[in-house]
Each structure stands twice: as C-alpha cells, then as structure tokens.
C-alpha cells in the first residue's frame, strides 16, 4: 500500500468524536460493550480543570473541549490512549476521568492546580436519576444479548460474570438488576450509597462543604442556547459547537411519570443541588 493510501485509510488528524463514530460499528464486538468518550480534563494551555460529573450532558460537552487540547493537556478516558492513562493516574496518583475536585486538589501540584477555572455541567436531579437508570437499562440489555441471559438470571450470576462484563460490577448496575426494573426500588437501593454516579453534584464540586472558587457551572438544559457557546469560547479561546452525545439508548422510563414517592426521596437526598443550582 503506497503512503497516500495509507494516509486516507488512517489520517493522523482524528478527533475524539471522530474516533468514536468510527468506533460505532466495533460496539458489542466479542462482547465488549463499548460507550461514547467520557474523560475529565486538566487543561494547562488554558488553565482550566473540566469535572464531569455522571449523566449530565459532560460527554457533549467534553467533545467540544477536546478539539482546543494541546499536547500538554491531561484527559483521562475517552480515547484507547485515555483509558490506558486513567488507568496509570488511577493507581498511580488516585484520580479517574470521574473525580471530584477535592480528588485533584488532593494532588501534589494542587497548589498550582488552585489557581485554574473549574468548568462542569449540572443537571435536574430527577432528570439525572432518570437518566441513569435508562442508562443502566442499556448495559443490562446489552450485557443479555450478549449472554443471552434474562436480568434474573444475570443477577443471580452477576458475581461469577463480572470477571467478563466489569459493568455488573458498579454499583448502580448491581441496584438496577435489585430493583428488578422499579425505578422508586432502584432510588431507595443501598448499593446507591457507594455510587459516585449517584453522589450529589455540589459535593463533586466542592472542598470542605464549599463549593470552590472560579467555578463556572453550565446546566444540561442550557448547552443548547447561547451562554453555554459563549462559555466554552471564554474557555478555549475559539468557537466550539456543542454536539449531543452519550444519549441512553434504552428508554424505560421518562421523568414525568416518576411517582411521587420517588421525587421525595429524590428531592430530600438531592437537596443542595436542587437549592444550589437553580432547582427548587
């Protein structure tokens, strides 16, 4: 193969979205289950730190940071060569592309690291909780496509699948698969307790109760409109379009038709976001 068709077959300029959608057709392939970037950002060429907190549209967001990196910059996850350094960060220093902000200030370099913008997006607690049981939904219906396997079975084999399928694993896979597909069940699970998909957003955004300073927080239902295009140009120093990516595949269950049970117990768990963020 001469060089010109090796550059068109493999151009040196892909981009993390780009990768993924080539990646698409690879999902389920010998049963891995592969799922849109998701990375957190240490951006030194701007001077900014990018949390991105579970199910809150962090995913598009990030997409549109990565096209503005430089190769100094650290994110963890998102490509094969993130997901390798999430791993080394993780055991080496104990920081994930899902840390919270005391994580990274927990750093040695975090007096350097004080100094940065902190950008991340929040969103409805309701709409979060929602989002993430469709989403474990998905895992499960893929893991038993793959295994050919009901929910009751896979939770009654989670423990010996695991080694196969790190999904059944999480705890918020291990309260779907408890919860038997009841939304209030899988609110109330106690496996939630441990998941950090499941901790309140202020407490990923804050040291000691407080959240930090040169925090910019953007909701999920504003990425659309102009404050967050012109929040994300303040950061990167350039235009940056906003795609929408990481929708869950699997709708169960949409948020008006939550009982009011669960909106309770989501309202008295979730207070200080729903009070912090613009959402009492």
């Known amino acids: 193969m001469d060089a010109t068709r090796r550059r068109r077959w493999w151009p040196c300029e892909f981009r993390i979205s780009e990768l993924w959608e080539f990646c698409k057709p690879l ?20 001077r900014y730190i990018f949390i991105h907190i579970h199910k809150t549209g962090g995913s598009s967001v990030e997409i549109a940071l990565e096209r503005s990196l430089q190769w100094q910059d650290v994110m963890l996850g998102s490509t094969s060569f993130g997901e390798q350094a999430n791993r080394h960060f993780s055991q080496r220093f104990g920081i994930t592309k899902h840390s919270s902000i005391s994580d990274i200030y927990a ?79 899988f609110v109330h699970n106690p496996n939630l307790d441990r998941a950090r998909a499941f901790c309140s957003q202020y407490s990923q955004l804050s040291i000691n109760e407080k959240l930090v300073d040169k925090l910019t927080v953007l909701r999920t239902e504003e990425l659309a409109g102009d404050r967050a295009k012109a929040c994300l140009e303040a950061f990167t120093g350039a235009s940056t379009p906003i795609p929408h990516a990481n929708r869950s595949n699997k709708i169960m269950l949409k948020p008006d038709i939550v009982s009011n049970k669960a909106r309770i117990a989501l309202e008295s768990r979730f207070l200080v976001d729903y009070n912090t963020f613009g959402y009492a």
Not at 27 to 46: E, F, R, T, V
Not at 145 to 172: F, G, V
């Open 27 to 46: 999902d389920n392939l010998h049963g891995c289950i592969l799922g849109p970037p998701k990375a957190m950002i240490i951006c030194h060429s701007n």
């Open 107 to 185: 750093l040695r370099a975090s007096t350097n690291l004080r100094t940065y913008q902190v950008l991340s997006v929040v969103r409805h607690p309701l709409h979060r909780a929602v989002s993430l049981f469709n989403f474990m939904a998905g895992i499960i219906e893929q893991i038993g496509l793959i295994t050919k396997l009901t929910p009751s079975e896979l939770r009654q084999r989670r423990a010996s699948l695991s080694a196969d399928h790190r999904q059944l694993s999480w705890p918020s896979s291990i309260a779907y698969l408890e919860s038997e597909g009841n939304f209030d069940a």
